[in-house]
């Protein structure tokens, strides 16, 4: 019998779904986030999963979570309610009645592009994700997603790049990459030294893309702060190419893109400087990692991907 794998990211703002039936990505979907708690949120996946008539669910979520007792930790969750130590795994697959199986968002995101994106056929691959409220990272080493229990290996945006700097409400520290590359994050840095308050990020792009020089210098220096990280990285851990993708990328990836670069090949001393790809993915990554997560290893999957739509692509 032909497996239905469904894979869903719980987003801050949205649910995000995909079911893969056989070698062919049956059909993706997405919805507002419920934001009247968890219960609701809970409820909006286990709907999603009983009518599509999934075999299995993979579910990825932002944050810390336990992956052998499948309960959400402390610091997991941006969704309205008591998310900190939720036996979500156990909960979802009781509502469901199929082999369920939680993993971070940005983990499942490193999945995703390893088995189907722009890291299909490559072995050792550093993953960022860039969000509008954080930055999240992976790294594939032989071809697989290494992960720990807690799965918070490959937790790249909490590492620092200025030492003293601003304050991240994430990790409590001070001057890490989400410090400089979250959406929110280059929002705050631009509304510092402009005259005027953008809407978002998308805006601040779209104003480096008018010749606001505040915003090309800001998106630069976050585009720096990329490239101090995966150099570091690069330097550690065999490294072929460093892949960017998550929801704000396809905004402002053109404008960090040659600053990250720069930075990748300022060590000399590496045999080979990683290239820098740009997630092939777009806002379905996560949920597509998720649903390949429990049964197919990497060299097994041969799904087919759609080319994205018009709205998809301009993120």
């Not at 509008?132 to 032989?142: S, T």
Request: proline fraction near 6%; charge should be negative; aromatic fraction near 4%.
């Amino acid at each position: 019998m032909v497996e239905r794998l469904l894979g869903v990211e719980m987003g801050v703002d949205e649910l995000r779904w995909a079911l893969i039936v056989g070698d062919s990505i049956e059909t993706r979907g997405s919805a507002r986030t419920p934001r009247a708690g968890l219960l609701h949120a809970i409820d909006a996946v286990a709907r999603t999963t009983r009518e599509h008539r999934a075999d299995r669910l993979g579910v990825a979520v932002p944050g810390d979570l336990n992956r052998t007792t499948g309960v959400v930790g402390a610091g997991s969750m941006n969704l309205v309610g008591p998310w900190a130590g939720y036996p979500l795994r156990d909960e979802l697959a009781y509502r469901v009645g199929c082999p369920t199986e939680i993993l971070n968002d940005a983990r499942a995101f490193g999945h995703g592009e390893l088995v189907l994106g722009a890291a299909k056929g490559l072995e050792n691959v550093l993953f960022i994700m860039l969000h509008r409220g954080g930055v999240g990272g992976a790294y594939a080493f032989g071809g697989r997603i290494l992960a720990s229990a807690d799965d918070r290996l490959g937790e790249f945006g909490h590492l620092t790049v200025e030492p003293g700097g601003a304050h991240c409400p994430g990790c409590g520290g001070r001057g890490c990459l989400e410090t400089f590359a979250s959406g929110q994050a280059i929002v705050r840095r631009f509304r510092a030294r402009a005259s005027w308050n953008p809407s978002g990020v998308t805006a601040v792009a779209r104003a480096a893309e008018d010749g606001d020089q505040v915003a090309v210098d800001v998106l630069a220096e976050s585009g720096h702060a990329v490239g101090i990280i995966l150099n570091s990285l690069a330097a550690a851990f065999p490294t072929q190419a460093a892949v960017v993708g998550g929801e704000i990328a396809s905004a402002v990836l053109p404008w960090m893109a040659d600053e990250i670069r720069a930075s990748l090949a300022e060590r000399p001393s590496s045999t080979c400087e990683p290239d820098l790809l740009s997630a092939s993915l777009g806002l379905w990554a996560p949920a597509l990692g998720a649903a390949l997560t429990v049964p197919l290893p990497p060299s097994t999957a041969t799904v087919p991907v759609p080319p994205p739509t018009a709205a998809e692509a301009e993120g």
